[in-house]
């Protein structure tokens, strides 16, 4: 008896790395197409001849379906199998990556990036379900800081892949091998399965309906929710601004080459990995996360004052950006144990999507405010608009860990 325990316990092991692996590539994948306009938004702009506000339409129109379906789609993993969602999404947004590098079409390009927006719907809602159900309570907070850091890769190899895919098959056979990267994902996760529920999923809470202000509307639009949604708002005004705009926004500005611009936001997005990784670290040894989130947030703002005044060498240009993505990435575990925090147990995977809109709705709103400062021929402004957002980040920080506190 004792050496059949001995031996399943391995198995039951080996099959939960395989599913974490699977969903961590996914979360890999979910973030390169996330990033797939930043590196080739120039030469996208200019064969369609659009303005920047224009093609950052496209980017609207993700962000829109993205903030309409996310949270109905947190509903439904609790109601279907997660994995089977995270394939679904994964052969949406590669349909949607393909059909956009083979169109012609402005507009039909634009409404790819809402169908890839519905595609991204799935992965943080089910991928944090599906991490929750099947990894060791003890485990937990590691497995999501790897899971982090796959979708910060992902974000960091966005753009020396696209551009050494674009020297090759221009932009357009950039776009169709992204879309194979999706399908490979989605072939792993459908390859590796799903184990058996374990043990510990037992004492899971699960949701029957009959607790809604546990787990309903009730619980998303309390106030303490509603405080880290504004504080995902404002994280994507300033790192979504960098992500997708720092190439364009250091051209306009310091007249700064392509390849040191995007040298800059590949360290900005390594870096951010790294921090993640660390902060994960910082997370483990300590509960004051209010103020690693505030300290990495104030630093990240000073990053952006700096780089809107001054024209620094390239070598500078790339350690302060490399610093602040280190920096932003280092607040991304304290981000989520401060919304864990005020999660009711069982109800984590839907408050994450909830929250997660925030991103989601700064991305309706941030193409307009970041086009309209490049097209009026403002950038340094945009560089302040970010540390602004950061700061009051920092506000909001202050806000849920007092309300915390006090309750």
Known sequence: MTQAIDL???AERSAENRLIGGVCFGHFVSHFYIMLMAPLFLFVRAEYDVSYTELGLALTAFSVVSTIFQTPMGFLVDRMSARLLIIAGLVIGASAVAIAGLVHSFWMFVAMFGLLGLANTVYH??????LSHHVEPQRVSRVFSFHTFAGMAGNAVTPPTLLFLYGLVGWRGAYLAAAALGLVAALLLVWVGEPEAPAHAARTP????????LDGW???LSPAILTNMVFFILLSFCGGGLNNYLVVGLGALHGTELAVANTALTSQLTMSAVGVLIGGLLAGYTTRHGLVAACGLMMTATACVLVGLIDFPALALVLMMATAGFCSGMTMPSRDMIVRAVTPPGAYGRVFGFVSTGFNIAGIVAPTIFGQFLDHGHPRGMFFFMA???LLAVG??????TRRQST
């Open 388 to 390: 602004a957002c950061a």
């Open 218 to 220: 009730r619980l998303l």
């Open 125 to 130: 809602p089910a991928d944090y379900a599906l």
């Open 396 to 401: 909001t920080v202050a806000v849920s860990t």
């Open 8 to 10: 399943a316990l391995p």
């Open 206 to 213: 699960k949701d029957d309906g009959s607790a809604p202000q």
